[in-house]
C-alpha cells in the first residue's frame, strides 16, 4: 500500500496542478528557448510553519506554465497556485513559462522551508499556539475509548449558511451553529479555511477545521406568566438553546477525535480539506435514525455504551437543573480518494464489527481507517429555556426539524453534524500518534508529547434570528 502521508499529498498535488498537458519526471528542454522566465510576484517566507504555500507568478508573453514540486513531476499550472499538504523540510518549486509557440523559458526557482511546530529551528520557534506541559495523559478505561483526544471549543457565530451543502448560496439552509474558524460562511472552501480566520477552539491557528449542527431551539415563554409568546409574524417565537462550552476555566470537551476499528495501527490521519456530514436532516417520527450514529440522552442517566446504553432518537424531557447531552458520531473509513461526493456522505463510510478477532474493520469499499471525529454537546435546562409546566427540555426542537413536536412526538430526530478540515497535518499526525495509538485519554488538548493546545477564543458570537421555526428563508 502507498505510503499515507505520501498518497494524501500526491491526490492533493494532482488535483492542484494538473491540466492537460505534460506528465513528464524530468525538468523539460531548454532548446530554442525564448520566452521571459516566470517571476514570482508572491511566494512563501523563507522559513515557514504553514503546511500549505501560495504563488503569484508573470511572465511576458507566456501562454502556459509549468511546475515542478520537490523534483517531481512536470505539469501545467497556472497563477495564482496553492499547494497543500506541505510537510517539514526543504521544499523547491520549479515553474517555466511557455510561449504560444511552445518554446519554454529558463527555470524560475523558489525556495523555503516548512519547520516543525514542534520544535521550531532557525527563524522559528515553537508554535504560538503550543503551549508546554508536565501533565502526562493517561490510560484510556477499558470497555472505553481505545484511544482519545479531546478539546474545548467557544461558540464562533450563527448563521443560515451552509458552505458544504450550499456553497456560494447565502442564507440557503436552517439556521446553524458554528464552531471553530471564526470566518466561515458559504464562500468558505477548502483555500480560504485553511489560510484565514482564527479559531475559537484550542490551538487556534493549528485548528482551523469548522464544525456546525442545526440550532436547538426551546419555545419562548413570558417568564412572569408563563404564556406562550409570539415573533414580530405573530407566529409562536422560539429562541436559542445555547451549548455549555468550554474554556480556560471550565473544562467541557466537545469534540473528540478517536479509533473506530480496532487496529490503531492501521489508522491513518485525516487528509486535509475532507468535508463530511453525519447524520439525516430529514430524519423523523417513523424514520429514527441509528443511536450508533447520533443520539440524545439526559445527563443523570449517565449513559454508557458499555454499561447503561440508554439512549434516545429524540430530545428526551430532562428536567432542571439536569443538561442534555447530544451525540454524533462520523464515519471513519475513507474511500481514499474523494475528499467530498454528491452527497457529502458516500465517500466515507462506518466501520463493521467483523465478531471476530479483528473487531471493527473498514470495509472494501472503504478501506482506508482515519481518525473518527464525533461532537458531545451539553445543554442545560435552565428556568429561562425549559417549559414552565414541567421544568424540562419539553417541546425543545432543532432548527432542521421538518415535523409537529408534541408531548408525544419529542423534536431532535434530525440530528446531524457537518465538518470540513483544517487541522495542521502535523498536528493531526500528533494526535493520532501520540494519544490514540497509544490508548491514552488525552484531555483538554494535550497532546501527549509535552505540549498541548492553546486556550479556547470567543468569535464574533453574532447570532441570527429564529426563522420560520429555524428552517430559514
Known amino acids: 500500500m502507498m505510503n499515507k502521508s505520501l498518497f494524501v499529498f500526491i491526490s492533493v498535488l494532482t488535483l492542484t496542478l494538473t491540466g492537460c498537458g505534460s506528465s513528464e519526471d524530468n525538468p523539460p528542454s531548454l532548446d530554442s528557448v525564448s520566452p521571459a522566465a516566470p517571476t514570482f510576484k508572491l511566494k512563501p517566507e523563507s522559513v515557514t510553519q504553514e503546511a500549505f504555500a501560495t504563488f503569484e507568478f508573470v511572465a511576458d508573453d507566456a501562454v502556459n506554465f509549468e511546475c515542478q514540486l520537490d ?61 508546554a506541559t508536565e501533565v502526562q495523559p493517561t490510560l484510556a478505561a477499558e470497555d472505553s475509548w481505545r484511544g482519545i483526544f479531546r478539546i474545548n471549543c467557544d461558540f464562533a457565530h450563527a448563521g443560515y449558511n451552509d458552505p458544504i451543502v450550499f456553497p456560494g448560496q447565502a442564507n440557503a439552509g436552517h439556521l446553524h451553529r458554528f464552531y471553530g474558524n471564526t470566518l466561515v460562511d458559504e464562500n468558505t472552501d477548502t483555500t480560504s479555511l485553511l489560510t484565514s480566520g482564527e479559531s475559537s477552539c484550542q490551538g487556534n491557528e493549528l485548528n482551523r477545521s469548522s464544525y456546525w ?51 490503531l495501527e492501521s489508522i491513518q490521519t485525516i487528509p486535509l480539506g475532507l468535508k463530511m456530514i453525519a447524520g439525516n436532516h430529514m430524519a423523523q417520527p417513523g424514520n429514527e435514525q441509528d443511536s450508533a450514529v447520533v443520539r440524545w440522552h439526559c445527563q443523570s442517566w449517565e449513559s454508557t455504551d458499555a454499561g447503561n446504553p440508554r439512549w434516545s432518537t429524540g430530545i428526551p424531557e430532562c428536567r432542571e437543573p439536569d443538561r442534555l447531552r447530544m451525540d454524533i458520531f462520523f464515519p471513519s473509513c475513507w474511500n481514499g480518494v474523494d475528499l467530498d461526493s454528491y452527497d457529502h456522505k458516500s465517500h466515507l463510510a462506518y466501520p463493521i464489527n467483523t465478531g471476530g478477532p479483528q473487531g471493527s474493520v473498514c470495509p472494501a469499499s472503504h478501506p482506508v481507517p482515519i481518525i473518527r471525529v464525533s461532537f458531545h454537546y451539553a445543554f442545560g435546562v435552565k428556568p429561562e429555556v425549559s417549559d414552565p409546566e414541567t421544568n424540562s ?28 478540515n483544517a487541522w495542521h497535518p502535523e498536528v493531526l499526525e500528533t494526535v493520532l500518534k501520540e494519544c490514540i495509538q497509544q490508548r491514552l485519554d488525552c484531555h483538554d488538548g494535550n497532546l501527549a508529547n509535552g505540549f498541548r493546545l492553546s486556550g479556547t477564543r470567543p468569535g464574533t458570537q453574532s447570532e441570527a434570528a429564529v426563522i420560520n421555526m429555524g428552517l430559514g428563508y
Open 213 to 263: 449542527i442545526p440550532a436547538l431551539l426551546a419555545p419562548s415563554y413570558d417568564l412572569q406568566t408563563g404564556e406562550r409568546m409570539l415573533d414580530a409574524q405573530g407566529e409562536p417565537a422560539w429562541h436559542v438553546v445555547p451549548a455549555v462550552v468550554g474554556n480556560d476555566e471550565e473544562t467541557h470537551e466537545i469534540f473528540y477525535y478517536s479509533a473506530g476499528v480496532d487496529d
Open 393 to 420: 427540555s419539553r417541546g425543545w426542537r432543532l432548527a432542521s426539524d421538518r415535523y409537529e413536536v408534541t408531548p408525544f412526538t419529542p423534536g431532535g430526530m434530525s440530528l446531524h453534524g457537518d465538518w470540513f
Open 71 to 131: 523534483g517531481g513531476h512536470v505539469t501545467d499550472c497556472s497563477s495564482p497556485l496553492f499547494l497543500y499538504p506541505l510537510s517539514p523540510q526543504e521544499h523547491q518549486l520549479s515553474v517555466w513559462s511557455l510561449d504560444i509557440n511552445g518554446k519554454r523559458s529558463e527555470v524560475a526557482i523558489a525556495q523555503w522551508r516548512v519547520s516543525s511546530v514542534f520544535s521550531g529551528g532557525s527563524g522559528t520557534g515553537v508554535h504560538a499556539d503550543l503551549v
